[in-house]
């Protein structure tokens, strides 16, 4: 039996304060993490447990519980006979250990709390009800839809004539035709934590701004569904984003996430698996892999691959990620070590063509994509206005724009969810990255109503 965190673990205690509740009772915090070393090198951790020990010769049990034990598959639960396994589940894990040890998912007392994974249950459901950080959409936002006006011919249309508006709060009937619908993640509490640059919660409105002059698409739909702004956490802000995404995708629409820090993408994930009852692969345009370690704060815009992954070791799960742009000077020898442990596939910046891609995506056997777009995966002239900007990123040029056209392409990539993320606008230059992102939808969308028209 594996922990839901990783595939093999290391536990150890943490010999600080106890907590004497009673004579015979002691309280211990015991952290998860990958490996003795990486544990030396820092001091974080994927997941607590409060340990309350109630054997006969407590003093000795502390003592004891000092001990390395390692806990790996079940085959290799008896290696170490002091902390054998005996029994994991949601809220309590028990040991053997010459008397009953109970462990108590929870933080630990005083300053010990450290994150917990909330993904044990298998396919855990979202509230119908519209979460807090859910802002709907209505008519009075059309003054965030405004461009030119050359009349009301089909053939003159831009997006800010066509758009209409939805609350995710009401019953979503099924969609009967292409559409797109539009969800923004108002929010850079992510970027902040991970000490990235702040001002991306502007960007879903600077999205719509130059969405708005965009040429109508024959046979496409635009919905616009409103943003999902930061909660108290970054989690309950994913948490708010997955229950519109499974709404969206439920209905048979495509959910386009306007962002926003890129904690989004385990939004956009969580919402995607519990529409398709599975766990979607993910595409990610990015010169980071965002997989670092989850620490004690909680997840942030370097970790929703890392809690992709998680989710899927909870839920028996294979995770399936590509990076496409990866960059060697943005990632640390710790991510490249990461990316490999979950056969992560990459394709380096200097190395994205068509043909590279497609590969990638073959890989995929025909699963359904949750396909990222972070905008500092294009090089800094091209993506100025972005959390964490890169100088060598890879060039938007028209190959680019052929390949992602291709995505849509019979027999080509199953794309279920398209997110635009770390646009920062306040950083942007005379608009520029905006422009990109708004011409990045452009292209995808037009490829997405093409490929769903009647021949």
């Known amino acids: 039996m594996c922990f839901p965190h990783e595939r093999h673990h290391v536990m150890f205690a943490v010999a600080v304060d106890f907590d004497v509740l009673q004579e015979d009772e002691f309280v211990i915090t015991f952290d998860l993490c990958e490996s003795p070393l990486q544990w030396f090198k820092r001091v974080g951790a994927v997941a607590p447990e409060v340990l309350m020990h109630r054997p006969d010769n407590p ?147 600077a999205l719509r701004e130059r969405m708005s002059n965009l040429p109508s698409i024959t046979g496409l739909r635009l919905v616009d569904c409103g943003d999902i702004v930061a909660s108290d956490s970054v989690l309950a802000t994913q948490e708010a984003l997955a229950w519109a995404v499974e709404r969206i995708a439920k209905s048979g629409a495509l959910p386009i996430i306007l962002g926003g820090g890129h904690d989004q993408a385990f939004g956009h994930f969580l919402g995607l698996a519990r529409a398709l009852g599975h766990a979607p692969a993910c595409l990610n345009f990015d010169a980071h892999a965002d997989l670092r370690p989850i620490p004690a704060s909680g997840p942030n815009s370097g970790t929703p691959f890392t809690q992709a992954s998680e989710w899927c070791s909870a839920n028996g799960e294979q995770f399936r990620y590509a990076i496409v742009g990866w960059q060697d000077c943005a990632n640390t020898q710790l991510l490249t070590t990461r990316a490999k442990e979950r056969g992560v596939l990459s394709v380096a910046a200097s190395e994205v063509d068509r043909e590279r891609v497609k590969q990638v995506t073959d890989s995929f056997s025909g699963l359904p994509i949750a396909l990222s777009i972070d905008l500092d995966v294009f090089a800094a002239a091209y993506a100025p206005g972005v959390s964490a900007p890169t100088a060598l990123g890879i060039v938007p040029d028209a190959a680019f724009t052929v390949m992602l056209r291709e995505l849509f392409a019979p027999h080509g990539a199953d794309i279920r969810g398209i997110e635009i993320a770390e646009l920062c606008p306040a950083l942007d230059v005379d608009g520029h990255t905006a422009r990109l992102g708004a011409a990045l939808l452009f292209t995808l969308l037009s490829a997405y109503a093409q490929s769903r028209s009647p021949a």
């Open 59 to 205: 003093r000795r049990c502390v003592e004891q519980s000092l001990a390395i034990g390692i806990l790996a598959d079940e085959a290799e639960q008896g290696t170490n006979m002091r902390h054998r396994l005996f029994r994991f589940g949601c809220r309590e894990i028990r040991f053997l250990h010459g008397g009953e040890i109970v462990a108590r998912r929870g933080s630990a007392r005083g300053s010990l709390s450290r994150w917990k994974s909330p993904y044990g249950a298998r396919m855990e459901r979202t509230s119908s009800s519209p979460p807090r950080a859910y802002h709907r959409a209505n008519v009075i936002d059309g003054p965030r839809w405004i461009g030119r006006d050359d009349g009301g011919a089909p053939e003159v249309a831009r997006w800010h004539q066509r758009v209409c508006f939805a609350d995710l709060a009401d019953a979503v009937p099924p969609c009967t035709q292409s559409t797109a619908c539009f969800i923004g993640y108002a929010s850079d509490l992510g970027v902040r934590m991970n000490q990235g640059r702040a001002g991306a919660a502007d960007g879903p409105h």
